[in-house]
């Protein structure tokens, strides 16, 4: 069982469309990071999330830290082909003390 | 600063033999990270460091040895080579053991 679920595990759409990424489990964390990694390269951070319903826009991506600390979400409006590639979420604390623990990612291929 | 890096980008074994994946930092991460990333697995990690001199196993370390005499590399060794071990590794640093992870490039190893 992984301790992070994230869905939908492909995503294909069209530039201009909107969509949305999750990452459920069923432990509590302390914090949760969303990280991007394009082909052929390492993941970035996008952004980190800490406290329970937190949201935290950049630009036309906005992510949300569930109340319970134990999800969130990746909504991106108006896709662009620039924001192809796949997105990872990870958690702190819980089950993951001391180190963080990646999902297994959504492919995202926004076409022109 | 060249940030995390990785030596080498690609490489390909036949079962049985043996390397070294080199992973070298100029950012001052007191702690660092081996992954394995394979298709639908997310990121995996191997072992990991939480300063110079010490070494931690991950969530897969079986068949790997990692080795860290210097706070800025951080050393993956494959004594046996397998097939099972073909994939891309990351390398990764950070600050602090929860806080955002810096990659680098990654190194492809196909084995035979």
């Known amino acids: 069982t992984q301790l992070l679920e994230q869905s939908p595990q492909f995503l294909s759409i069209q530039e201009g469309e909107n969509l949305t990424v999750y990452c459920n489990s069923s432990?509590?964390?302390?914090?949760l990071q969303w990280y991007r990694q394009e082909p052929g390269e390492g993941p970035v951070l996008l952004v980190t999330?800490?406290?329970?319903?937190e949201v935290k826009k950049l630009k036309r991506l906005t992510f949300q830290f569930g109340d319970a600390r134990k999800d969130s979400s990746l909504h991106i409006t108006a896709a662009q082909p620039g924001d192809t590639g796949l997105y990872l979420c990870?958690?702190?604390?819980?089950?993951?003390?001391?180190?963080?623990?990646f999902g297994q990612g959504t492919i995202l291929t926004v076409h022109p | 600063n060249a940030g995390v890096t990785q030596t080498p980008k690609f490489r390909v074994l036949k079962t049985g033999q043996s390397m070294t994946l080199l992973c070298a930092q100029d950012?001052?991460?007191?702690?660092m990270y081996w992954y394995r990333q394979d298709p639908g697995m997310g990121l995996r990690l191997i072992h990991y460091?939480?300063?110079?001199?010490?070494?931690a196993k991950g969530e897969v370390p079986d068949g790997y040895n990692v080795s860290r005499l210097k706070k800025q590399n951080f050393l993956l060794g494959l004594e046996s080579a397998a097939p099972s071990q073909t994939s891309v590794y990351f390398c990764?640093?950070?600050?602090?053991?929860?806080?955002?992870?810096?990659f680098g490039p990654g190194t492809r190893l196909l084995v035979l």
């Open positions: 999330v800490v406290t329970g319903g």
């Open positions: 460091s939480v300063g110079e001199g010490t070494t």
């Open positions: 990764a640093g950070s600050d602090w053991r929860e806080g955002t992870q810096y």
């Open positions: 432990s509590v964390f302390s914090s």
């Open positions: 990870a958690v702190a604390g819980g089950t993951s003390y001391g180190k963080l623990t």
């Open positions: 950012m001052n991460h007191e702690y």
